[in-house]
């Protein structure tokens, strides 16, 4: 007998025999005669299978060529970071039970996946200050845009003014949900008047430099002007910067993936969603419950599923319909484990490195911290050459350097410092960075 | 339970009952068990003017939600706070306790575009 | 302390187990000197109260979690139009290799060749099993796969000066992301009606097309498990009518080495990698939700995509492209895991998946119609759908079933979808079932069927042996409640 050819599909050619027969066909071929016979069965241009082993051996060797933090000592933030990941989450989140379950549309057999995104808006509100959040979305910058949205529909107006410092990438994003609702955006300075008919304004902090902005006096001049004040944070700094919910702000968007998720590319991460309490039934998303079961004994479930695509169709809070579950549960255990003292430690040490090091690299010659405000573990700097220079040099090194900001300031660039830099990697890159400018003095002075 | 028949109805299933000038609005007994437990109603604010037959509401069971239409126009008067903190009042009485609205009604005219409660009863029936 | 009642589950959240001094994880030591704090203005006032304990009671904790779940792992999951196949576990670890897990999303591009080839690659086997060349994998779930293809559309027609294509023609059938998704799109809704036997109404459809047609979104096969019989001519009615034809892509398991959209005449199409191509449902996400267009349309892709150049692969911007969706490049991780499928498959296996997945579903059907109100003639393509109405008019709806499934360890199918079927079970058991699972499930449903007329509070009161009864659920909407709150919040509250 002829083997299988799949490990994924259990059937043996007597199975289907078997199977086709009680269905009262002859072959295959008769459940598919709906198909047009010019398009069935088309040629598909696709490699052979492979073996788990060779599978294995060929998609390491691609992971292979990629250099990899760790290997190579990474500054690089900008909206997404990396921190140490304690081997518990990843324990955790290997649980098929969790992995390969649906969302939870039958809450009595999926207690577990409830009782866990409880466990996550608990957790969101807490770090935030806030008063309510929901189950998760895509990533920070999304969630971003979806609290424009609901503040267009919580107020009726269709101008959303964001702050001049917001990362460009967000107003991209931003622009890409808004584009066909009618709505405006309109980029404002800090001193600027918030325009009379917005609908919100747009905060992110700390900012695309890395400068943590006055969120309170910022979302007072948005009420003042009958404005809804929408922050998109970086949750590692909520271990020890005020937090939205203390500075009054309405709707809070983050990136999650700071809290326990692998950088993995750019994704999957998961998108933090919070408000106020009086606008929760304006939040898009999903959202859970408590309440009790029959026998009176606790249970979870999704509620106000109302504002949902599945029930309000073209009327819904928004089209979503994941909550981005299994990052959440990274999340959730990630901080469940730092716990409360750990997780302001973490803070604690990503300010003080980088500090350190934005310190140090500023008494560099030609090299200057340009920052208009208080950091917490990103900041600019204005190197003496091109940034992209500077960092082909320093992956020589084995340093993959901080983000370029050329595009936005001159020489501009970006380095972040986390808790996973060693004090040995700080030294190092300013080490590099005294070379590499001095390299390019020496090439200036003996010039063609 | 039977239909009262102090009152009209209309075919988007609510009813209206007149007070004087002013005209109490409610949904029927069709629809509250149509809906099942109703958990959130969303009504105008007092003053707001109203259009006969348009959409001046919206209420939510778990699973649905639905746009309430006013049988008369007018100007409400009063809205009923205590089916927007307590919504099962209205699966408990959506005649008496779970009103909705009242409307103060110019032309009672309206009322006669809409139906008895036979009517009313032989369209539920269908 | 509560009095202990036998099989009782400890259902108290972390911040009720939690005693202050415990902790769940050493800390590093800082090792460089401290540096001086900013104003205590800006200064959290209050700590974030986050749970205080040990490692063993969080891997308890989480691990007992896990233990009320159904899951694709410990049980039948035939979920329909959800595709709740097996999870290969290789694609785990690939994922969690360091060299794809760990590489950050701003890092040069020569730094991350294996990543972009892998892209690159995937992009290029997708176009292939779709025969919608144009790939964008960006988009992070399939409504976001369907937002991008709906301003890919809307970017087209401006492009060309058609700027009165403003409307959305939509199935009665369709799942709610469609409307939803048009909506965002600006786009207004008209639905199109279904036919007796379920197929898109042509001469309905006919009458709705004109001038003002931007798309017309059609899910094949239908949400009705049904391969649509007059697709050429529907393609070409809509065509004819100067729009576009959008695939939801939610069924494509059936389609895999059966037929190619673009064959077809579909110019847009999305697909859910966690359905066909295996990535785990987590839950409820991570997705992913590529957006595949036609060689027209590629120009107006998200951004960005891989292009390559020789041996060297770059992220770039297609010219027209409608922007970025989402913060970088997609739900990397979830395309590792559906470029690995994809190569453990094959060419040869390909078509394997979707017969299966077919065979599978109408062994199903055909073994459950007469009970369970289904269509015993029609034959269905990866997932068949029941209408138990004869169950209904004796007091059993097709929830109570469906509950009753889990007291014989089976998920519950898909219930009330789609809307235009009354009592709708829709059953979509993938090809990684054996026979012997889909012969117990046809045991299950017969057995169940004998209890309506035995026993029909077995099914009013079930689950009976779930971690937790039916729920209130209409209390939960009624009085919100949505996070934890300390004791004495709560009970200031009350």
């Not at chain 1, 294995?56 to 900008?78: H, K, Q, V, W």
């Not at chain 1, 806030?130 to 009726?156: H, K, Q, S, W």
């Not at chain 3, 077809?264 to 957006?291: C, E, Q, R, Y």
């Not at chain 3, 395309?335 to 060419?347: D, S, W």
Request: glycine content about 8%.
């Amino acid at each position: 007998m002829t083997p299988n050819a799949s490990p994924y599909i259990p059937n043996t050619d007597a199975d289907r025999e078997q199977m086709l027969a009680a269905i009262g066909v002859r072959s295959f071929d008769d459940l598919v005669q709906e198909v047009p016979a010019q398009h069935r069965f088309p040629e598909l241009n696709l490699r052979p299978a492979l073996s788990e082993f060779d599978l294995t051996a060929e998609i390491s060797a691609l992971a292979a060529r990629n250099a990899t933090p760790g290997d190579y000592a990474c500054f690089l933030g900008s909206g997404a970071y990396r921190h140490f990941i304690p081997s518990v989450v990843k324990s955790v989140v290997a649980r098929g039970e969790f992995l390969t379950s649906y969302t939870p549309y039958q809450p009595e057999v999926a207690q577990g996946t409830l009782q866990v995104g409880f466990e996550f808006q608990s957790m969101i509100c807490e770090i935030t200050g806030m008063e309510v959040a929901n189950a998760g979305m895509y990533d920070g910058p999304t969630a971003f845009a979806e609290g424009a949205l609901m503040a267009c529909r919580i107020t009726r107006r269709h101008t959303i003014a964001v702050l001049d410092t917001v990362d460009p990438r967000n107003i991209e994003i931003l622009d890409a949900y808004t584009r066909h609702q009618g709505c405006e955006i309109t980029v404002v300075g800090r001193d600027d008047d918030v325009p009379a008919d917005a609908a919100c304004l747009m905060v992110q902090s700390p900012n695309q430099f890395g400068v943590v902005e006055d969120m309170a006096a910022l979302a007072g001049r948005a009420h003042d002007a009958g404005a809804l004040a929408v922050a998109c944070v970086n949750p590692t700094s909520l271990g020890m910067f005020r937090t939205p919910g203390e500075c009054d702000v309405d709707i809070v968007a983050a990136e999650g993936q700071a809290l326990g998720v692998p950088l993995s590319f750019g994704g999957p991460y998961v998108g933090l969603f919070a408000c106020k309490d009086v606008y929760k039934r304006q939040m898009p998303g999903r959202i859970i419950g408590r309440t009790t079961d029959t026998k009176g004994r606790v249970a979870y479930t999704l509620t106000l599923q109302t504002r949902e695509q599945h029930i309000r169709r073209e009327r819904a809070t928004s089209n979503i319909c994941t909550s981005t579950a299994l990052i959440s549960l990274l999340m959730t255990t990630y901080l469940a484990t730092l716990g409360r003292s750990g997780f302001q430690k973490v803070a604690e040490l990503c300010y003080h490195k980088a500090h350190y090091a934005a310190a140090e690299i500023d008494r560099l010659p030609g090299y200057t911290v340009r920052n208009d405000g208080p950091f917490f573990h990103e900041f600019l700097v204005e190197c003496p050459r091109p940034p992209a220079e500077i960092n082909r040099a320093l992956l020589d090194r084995k340093i993959i350097g901080g983000r370029d900001l050329g595009d936005r300031t001159a020489n501009g660039m970006l380095i972040c410092v986390t808790e996973t830099n060693t004090r040995a990697e700080i030294d190092q890159l300013v080490t590099a960075l005294a070379e590499i400018a001095e390299t390019a003095a020496l090439a200036k002075t003996r010039g063609p | 339970m039977t239909t009262p028949d102090d009152r009209k109805y209309s075919e988007e299933h609510e009813w209206a009952l007149v007070e004087g000038s002013v005209i109490t609005v409610g949904i029927t007994r069709y629809a509250t068990d149509s809906l099942g437990d109703i958990v959130f109603v969303e009504l105008p604010e007092n003053g707001t003017e109203v259009t006969q037959f348009d959409k001046f509401g919206e209420i939510e069971s778990v699973k649905a939600v639905s746009d309430l239409f006013t049988p008369v126009g007018g100007k409400i008067v009063e809205v009923n706070s205590g089916v927007i903190d307590m919504p099962e009042k209205v699966n408990e009485d959506p005649y008496t306790v779970g009103w909705l609205v009242k409307i103060e009604v110019s032309d009672q005219s309206q009322l006669d575009k809409l139906m008895d409660a036979t009517a009313y009863d032989n369209l539920t029936a269908e | 302390m509560n009095v202990p009642v036998p099989g009782e589950i400890d259902r108290r959240l972390l911040n009720e187990r939690s005693v202050p001094g415990r902790i769940g994880l050493q800390m590093p030591g800082l090792d460089v000197p401290e540096q001086p704090l900013p104003d205590a203005g800006l200064l959290r006032s209050q700590e974030a109260r986050l749970p205080e304990v040990s490692q063993p009671e969080v891997v308890r904790y989480f691990t007992a979690l896990s233990r009320m779940n159904f899951s694709v792992d410990t049980n039948f999951y035939p979920l329909g139009s959800c595709t709740m196949k097996y999870n290969p576990r290789v694609n785990e670890e690939l994922a969690f290799l360091p060299g794809m897990a760990g590489i950050h999303p701003h890092q040069p591009d020569e730094t991350v060749q294996g990543a972009l080839q892998l892209i690159w690659e995937l992009q290029s086997d997708l176009g292939e099993i779709t025969g919608l060349p144009g790939v964008c994998l960006g988009p992070l779930a399939g409504a976001q796969g369907e937002y991008s293809g709906l301003m890919i559309a809307r970017a087209y027609f401006a492009d060309r000066g058609d700027t009165g294509r403003t409307v959305a023609l939509i199935p009665d059938s369709a799942h709610g992301t469609n409307p939803a998704s048009a909506a965002m799109a600006g786009l207004e809704v008209v639905t199109v009606p279904s036919d007796a036997q379920g197929n898109v109404d042509v001469e309905a459809l006919r009458g709705l097309v004109d001038q003002r047609t931007c798309v017309f979104m059609l899910t094949l096969p239908s949400t009705l498990g049904l391969f649509e019989p007059n697709i050429l001519e529907i393609t070409g009615i809509v065509h004819q009518a100067g729009g576009l034809i959008y695939a939801d892509g939610a069924n494509l398991n059936a389609l895999l080495g059966i037929v190619k959209l673009g064959d077809l005449g579909f110019d847009i199409a999305h697909s859910n990698l966690h359905k066909t191509f295996s990535t785990p449902h987590g839950g409820g996400g991570p997705g992913a939700g590529p957006v595949l267009v036609s060689d027209e349309l590629a120009p107006f892709l998200p951004t960005p995509l891989v292009t390559r150049d020789g041996d060297t692969y770059r992220l770039t911007a297609p010219e027209r492209s409608i922007g970025r969706v989402n913060g970088f490049h997609g739900s990397f991780g979830v395309l590792v895991r559906a470029y690995a499928y994809i190569r453990a498959v094959g060419v040869e296996g390909m078509r394997q998946v979707a017969e299966n997945a077919i065979i599978n579903a109408n062994y199903i059907r055909v073994a459950l119609s007469d009970e369970f109100g289904g269509d015993a003639d029609r034959i269905c393509m990866h997932e068949c759908v029941f209408s138990p109405q004869a169950q209904k008019a004796k007091g059993v709806s097709a929830l109570d079933i469906s509950k009753r499934l889990i007291d014989y360890g089976i998920h519950p199918p898909t219930m009330y979808f789609p809307l235009i079927v009354p009592e709708a079970l829709m059953v979509e058991p993938t090809e990684t079932e054996t026979k012997d699972t889909l012969d117990r499930f046809i045991a299950v449903m017969r057995q169940i069927n004998r209890e309506i007329d035995e026993d029909p509070d077995l099914l009013h009161d079930a689950p009976h042996d779930a971690p937790n009864t039916r729920l209130d659920e209409a209390g939960a909407a009624r009085n919100p409640y949505l996070r934890w709150q300390p004791d004495e919040d709560s009970q200031a509250a009350d």
